[in-house]
């Protein structure tokens, strides 16, 4: 089954790379050298640059054997071009596809700006190779690169992840400022080539790793959660910024830093950490330029739950060095792990 990252679906995942270093923590001695992992990313996009109006039913046939269950969500659920094993549905829609002009200019971009995923499929495989040391039972799925007109960047399916590259070309791209009545400029700002590693990661965690639970209803839980997911991708790529992480600029980075414990105090004044009413915790989690109710002139950070969940968990696995990722995710009380974390706002 396809899935999409949970939480405004296409759209909840698009952070910006900034330049700040990030902090030295528990991961960066993992040994992974006798790890097997060798990523390679399956270039689909260059392979349907190539669509032919003339050839489709010939290509439509050789896609479906090479990329299997990949082409044929993407057919589909991504393109809404039909069933792929309804050759002349599709290939009508396909010739209608090779025709438009804003195929034809999506596609050279796309190949303009990603001649090659070599960084990528370092990073990759690193990122990967870490999540197998603490998962050794993890399978590791197909890497396939697309684009779809902007439809979704990071899709999880049946033993794949795709790489939306056209939800990647750089905060430059001229596509993005037309898009803005669906994705807004302080989303696609972070839509650039140095996200592809930690989105892809971050999305086979919260699908394939650690899910949320259904029970998780309270503020204290949604920051217990998000705080896992930062602090596994801390583990898994030590060495890219905190700011990539959890998707702030470079002031909105500081910003939270500088007034973490204020931020932690007012959660606390508000009466927030056992609120269940959903409306309201949203906002303290969702994509948005800043937090509402929090800053005078909204210069504040977004998504402040999640960042002072991120604190809550590295306290409690500094507190608790004998523990691991599998260790961590296996907790299902939150209150025990703030409470054990004896985090107070500092860090």
């Not at 393109?79 to 009508?92: I, M, T, W």
């Not at 804003?102 to 960084?119: C, E, G, I, M, R």
């Not at 902007?150 to 590259?165: M, N």
Request: charged letters at 25%.
């Amino acid at each position: 089954m396809l899935k999409f990252p949970h939480s405004t679906q296409i759209y909840l995942f698009f952070f910006i790379l900034t330049f700040l270093s990030c902090k030295e923590r528990a991961g960066n001695d993992i040994d992974t050298s006798k790890i097997d992992i060798n990523i390679k990313i399956e270039r689909f996009d260059q392979d349907f640059s190539q669509l032919d109006s003339t050839r489709v039913l010939w290509q439509n046939a050789g896609w479906q054997k090479k990329y299997g269950q990949f082409y044929a969500d993407y057919i589909q659920l991504m393109l809404h071009a039909g069933n792929p094993s309804d050759s002349l549905s599709v290939q009508r829609n396909l010739r209608t596809i090779s025709r438009q002009p804003d195929f034809k200019a999506l596609s050279a971009s796309v190949a303009n700006v990603f001649p090659d995923l070599k960084k990528q499929e370092e990073g990759l495989t690193e990122a990967f190779k870490r999540m197998k040391y603490f998962f050794p039972e993890l399978h590791i799925p197909r890497f396939i690169s697309f684009y779809s007109g902007f439809e979704v960047q990071t899709p999880i399916g049946e033993d794949y992840i795709g790489i939306g590259l056209d939800m990647f070309l750089g905060s430059n791209s001229e596509f993005y400022p037309a898009l803005v009545s669906t994705i807004p400029l302080y989303i696609s700002k972070r839509f650039t080539p140095e996200n592809i590693v930690p989105r892809v990661t971050e999305s086979f965690i919260r699908e394939e790793l650690y899910p949320q639970q259904e029970g998780d209803v309270n503020t204290l839980q949604h920051m217990i959660y998000q705080g896992k997911i930062l602090y596994a991708m801390d583990q898994v790529m030590p060495d890219v910024a905190d700011s990539l992480k959890i998707g702030y600029s470079a002031q909105q980075m500081k910003w939270a830093e500088a007034y973490e414990k204020e931020i932690w105090a007012w959660f606390i004044q508000e009466n927030l950490l056992y609120n269940t009413d959903y409306l309201r915790i949203q906002k303290y989690f969702a994509e948005a330029p800043f937090t509402p109710e929090l800053g005078e002139n909204n210069e504040s950070a977004p998504k402040l739950g999640s960042y002072i969940g991120w604190q809550i968990v590295r306290k409690y696995m500094d507190k608790h060095p004998e523990s691991d990722l599998k260790k961590l995710f296996a907790i299902k009380d939150a209150q025990l792990i703030l409470d054990e974390s004896k985090y107070k706002g500092n860090k």
